[in-house]
């Protein structure tokens, strides 16, 4: 099952922080992440591939999802 987290709205570095605390709770699985900037969206990103989770990711319009996954 899937965590989903919307972090829409939050001012950098709110965003990975919260990605981060679900992370860390779930140690693998599937996240997906809601963003509403290019800098949340890269610095999860960031975040994601330093911890080992592969990352997809889809635009729409102004927003991200970033489906985060690791066995």
């Known amino acids: 099952m899937a965590e989903y987290l919307d972090v829409r709205g939050l001012s950098c570095p709110q965003p990975v922080f919260e990605t981060k605390k679900v992370m860390d709770s779930l140690g693998s699985g599937t996240i997906r992440v809601r963003v509403d900037s290019a800098t ?20 729409t319009a102004d927003e991200y999802e970033l489906t985060l996954t690791r066995e």
């Open 40 to 59: 949340a969206r890269d610095n999860i990103t960031r975040l994601a591939e330093k911890k080992g989770w592969k990352i997809e990711l889809l635009q």
